[in-house]
């Protein structure tokens, strides 16, 4: 193939608009999580003083991670069941998304949410010092998980002591032994009742944390319908009996309170992280010392947990907690005692709606606004009705102020929104604009300095009013001045841009050139909707094979039947319940076929052939693939790709075959088969098929660029939705790696789910190579940040979380879709362009010349 390369200048000119682009895409992502998921934690909050000792010296904390309360309530064990009859408050305490169990355990013990910044991290560590529970008591134990307790050993050993046992016992293999995992906690805590608890006999403000993970992982190995996992709840109902009885009998009756609970609960099919019902609700019982006794099922947020054991204790709440107290789960037999705590609970939510309305209002006086106002009228008259005994009227009250509070903090939190998120948007429509002048329009003779001119002061006066309006108001938030910026300097480039250029649409001439560009946007509109209601990528199939046929004339019949195939994808359930290994054998079996039916050199068969069978008998479980077996069918996978002759056709099929091994090995469903019909599919694309190279220097659009460019980007979502999207993978499931790892390696199994994901999308990079120019690939940059924009507004931290999530899943995708694209063309490389025979005659010659 001819190709025509770009001068020095050039190459600087694409390097540098490459790095803006870069930069104003990070910027975008991080903004638009930034505001609407801004850390919760302020720090150098002052605390509520406590000056009464709470009804109970100690509590103990139960947390069975991942226990779901439809399975608990409908197979009830005997001595919690006993207790939520007779003895304590039970009910449902509803988590947030990530149901995970850092997030979950965090919001148990600090009465916060997660904070956004931890996803950068994994959920491993705190990012951000908060307080909690732990800090604010005199001393504390825990044993459990080494994910867990590390959360709370790390930088607070002063009143934390954590043990936790090997992270090799968490084995998701549904053979191996869950109950251990619990069995060592509660034998941790006898061996403490035995030796060390005489030092802390007489001493308050205790609190003991035991974390459960038997009925997590029996859920994601055994499912939390299985035996293994009511098993699991029996075992741990019959510990706590044995260890409440020990308590009582060591410490005498009546001293300390008891809390069961779950940080997240499981999907019928063993997986959590999304919003269902089943992740989202998790039981809790509390009784012993200062718990009212009421049979009445309850309904609290898991954060209200918090403040619930810090008045227990007699201990201040943690100063960021969003919980708050209810009063009908502690004992009425003092009441008084109970205003007070709501009073201490109401006050640090005050604290809190102070800070963050200086952050959105600034310090000035003028900008108070008469939710702090009423909240602090509040307080004053709740203390005023205590100092005069009136108890049930400050009950009333301060029932009502706590709500205020909880609604002026959310208030406060999210004032600044919307003026942000105009500024985001201002930034984008310049940086569209921007990018559209520089694919569409050509320089003009004259710059009309004068226009030039009134730009540069009309810039100055704009950043001088923002400024000023910052210092003046005393704004805390630093965001405001640096988003206002940013939309500032984007909105001058653009019309910088306009008026140093004509507008010149650089669009060979075609006879449908208005209805190609029409049916161009329909699709786009299409794949919007797609990104919320998933069966739109099936409309989006068929809509695109029509768009080859009338605006390119081209495609032959095997093109539009895999289309037509591809289509289906779409509308086939997310997740489900049960594997499909059928589907999976047969795509298997298919390619089997097809490798020996195919014509092809006798080796290149046999290599196809051999890795086929070798992945089948791994995947049947004939073979354990988890020591040795399942690695090297992975890791051989560039290798045996790499024999594969230049032709393009010879080159795809390769990819296909050999990436199909790995892809099966980590699939439970139609997702081989996925895969496969993608290849054909590929393969029947109606253009000749050579290499592409992105140094040529066409100046521009064509209508077949703009098919193609929008083709690409349906494909690469298709790669996302088509077998599942971002909540399904958000929802970890051990079967996927069960034929890599089954010990418990988050760093391992995220790196496999993150390759099952990029198989097809390497694909997508593949067949790129043949078709797609530095015209195709701005055209994706152009069409997918017009994507993008309306998605924006469609990010939120309101209404049910699974909306949430799904909400930022669509923005993630649709705004690192050009990048995805570009990145796939040159990871195809590996694949495509790199020939093991020719490196090894590069290095004979190499290392021949150097002799």
């Given at each position: ?56 010296k ?8 991942g ?119 509660f ?97 809790f ?32 709440v ?62 004053r ?89 910052y ?41 449908f050139?208005?209805f ?21 990528f ?17 495609g ?11 289509a289906?994808?779409p ?7 049960e ?101 054909f ?8 098929w ?13 209508m ?117 694209v ?6 195809s ?23």
């Open positions: 193939m001819s190709a025509m390369y770009l001068s020095g200048r050039k190459y600087k000119v694409i390097s540098s608009w490459g790095i803006f682009a870069l930069i104003i895409h990070l910027i975008l992502l991080w903004g638009v999580l930034d505001i609407n998921f801004h850390s919760p934690i302020i720090q150098n909050l002052s605390r509520i003083s406590v000056t009464e000792n709470g009804p109970a100690r509590i103990l904390i139960f947390v069975a991670d226990l779901r309360f439809r399975t608990f309530w409908d197979n009830r064990p005997p001595y919690l069941s006993d207790i939520i009859r007779s003895n304590g408050v039970s009910g449902i305490s509803h988590t947030r998304m990530p149901t995970e169990s850092r997030p979950g355990n965090i919001a148990i013990v600090a009465g916060l949410y997660e904070d956004p910044s931890a996803l950068f991290k994994g959920w491993k560590e705190n990012p951000v010092d908060f307080d909690s529970v732990f800090n604010q008591s005199y001393l504390t134990w825990g044993w459990g998980s080494p994910d867990i307790i590390s959360l709370f050993s790390k930088g607070n050993s002063e009143n934390f002591i954590g043990k936790s046992y090997s992270a090799s016992w968490q084995d998701f293999d549904p053979s191996s032994s869950t109950i251990r995992l619990d069995s060592w906690v034998e941790q805590f006898l061996q403490w009742l035995d030796h060390d608890a005489l030092t802390v006999k007489e001493k308050d403000k205790i609190i003991i944390f035991l974390h459960l993970l038997g009925c997590d992982t029996a859920g994601h190995s055994s499912k939390p319908h299985s035996s293994a996992y009511i098993d699991n709840i029996k075992y741990v109902d019959k510990r706590i009996q044995e260890i409440v009885h020990k308590t009582e009998h060591y410490f005498g009756s009546g001293s300390t309170a008891y809390l069961f609970t779950s940080d997240h609960g499981m999907t019928d099919w063993g997986s959590h992280g999304s919003g269902s019902k089943d992740e989202t609700e998790t039981p019982i509390v009784w012993g010392a200062g718990v009212a006794n009421n049979s009445t099922r309850q309904e609290i947020e898991q954060a209200d947990l918090t403040p619930l054991i810090s008045s227990l204790l007699g201990i201040s943690p100063v960021n907690n969003e919980g708050i107290l209810k009063l009908q789960l502690l004992s009425s037999k003092n009441k008084e005692y109970g205003v007070r705590a709501l009073l201490g609970n109401i006050k640090q939510l005050a604290l809190q709606v102070e800070a963050n309305r200086e952050l959105s209002l600034g310090t000035t006086k003028i900008r108070t606004n008469w939710r702090e106002k009423q909240l602090n009228e509040n307080i008259k709740i203390e005023t009705l205590l100092s005069e005994g009136k108890i049930e009227e400050s009950i009333v009250e301060g029932e009502k102020t706590v709500l205020l509070a909880k609604e002026s903090l959310n208030y406060f939190r999210q004032y600044q929104r919307n003026r942000l998120i105009i500024y985001l948007t201002l930034m984008w429509l310049g940086w569209i604009t921007l990018l559209f002048l520089k694919i569409t329009a050509k320089s003009k003779q004259n710059h009309q300095s004068f226009k030039l001119y009134v730009l540069k002061l009309s810039f100055g006066f704009a950043l001088f009013l923002l400024l000023a309006e210092i003046v108001f005393g704004y805390k938030d630093q965001r405001i001045l640096g988003y206002g910026i940013l939309s500032i300097v984007s909105i001058w480039l653009a019309i910088w841009q306009f008026i140093s250029t004509s507008t010149f649409l650089r669009i060979r001439s075609t006879k050139l208005s190609g560009v029409i049916m161009i946007a329909v699709l786009i509109l299409i794949m919007f909707a797609g990104l919320t209601y998933r069966i739109f099936t409309f989006a199939m068929f809509y695109t094979t029509l768009l080859h046929k009338i605006l390119l004339k081209g032959n019949l095997w093109f539009f039947m895999t289309g037509l195939i591809l289906v994808f509308s086939l359930p997310v997740v489900e319940s594997p499909r290994i059928i589907v999976v054998l047969m795509t298997l079996c298919l390619l089997g076929l097809i490798s020996f039916k195919r014509k092809t050199s006798g080796k290149i068969k046999c290599l196809e052939i051999m890795r086929l069978l070798l992945t089948g008998l791994v995947y049947i479980e004939f073979l354990d693939g988890r020591s040795w077996i399942s690695w090297l069918i992975l890791f051989s996978t560039p290798i045996c790709i790499w024999i594969y002759p230049p032709e393009f056709n010879e080159m795809i099929m390769g990819v296909t075959v050999h990436l199909s091994c790995p892809l099966v090995l980590l699939s439970t469903s139609y997702e081989p088969l996925f895969f496969l019909v993608l290849a599919h590929f393969r029947c694309w109606p253009v000749e050579e290499q592409t190279d992105l140094k040529d220097n066409t100046t521009h659009i064509a077949q660029d703009l098919v193609n460019a929008v083709s690409l980007m349906l494909y690469t979502l298709l790669c996302f939705f088509g077998t599942g999207n971002m909540a399904s993978i958000s929802s970890f499931d051990p079967r996927w790696t069960r034929h890599f790892v089954t010990v418990f390696s988050p760093f391992t199994m995220f790196t496999l789910i993150l390759l099952k994901i990029m198989i097809p999308l390497i694909l997508v990079g593949c067949a790129s190579r043949a078709f797609a120019s530095s015209t195709v690939f701005a055209g994706v940059l152009l069409l997918g940040n017009c994507l993008t924009l309306p998605l924006i507004y469609g990010v939120t931290n309101q209404g049910s979380w699974l909306d949430i999530g799904s909400a930022i899943s669509r923005f993630i995708i649709a705004l690192t879709l050009p990048c995805s570009f990145i796939l063309y040159y990871l490389y590996v694949f495509i362009s790199l020939r093991l025979s020719d490196t090894l005659k590069s290095a004979f010659k190499k290392a021949s010349q150097s002799v």
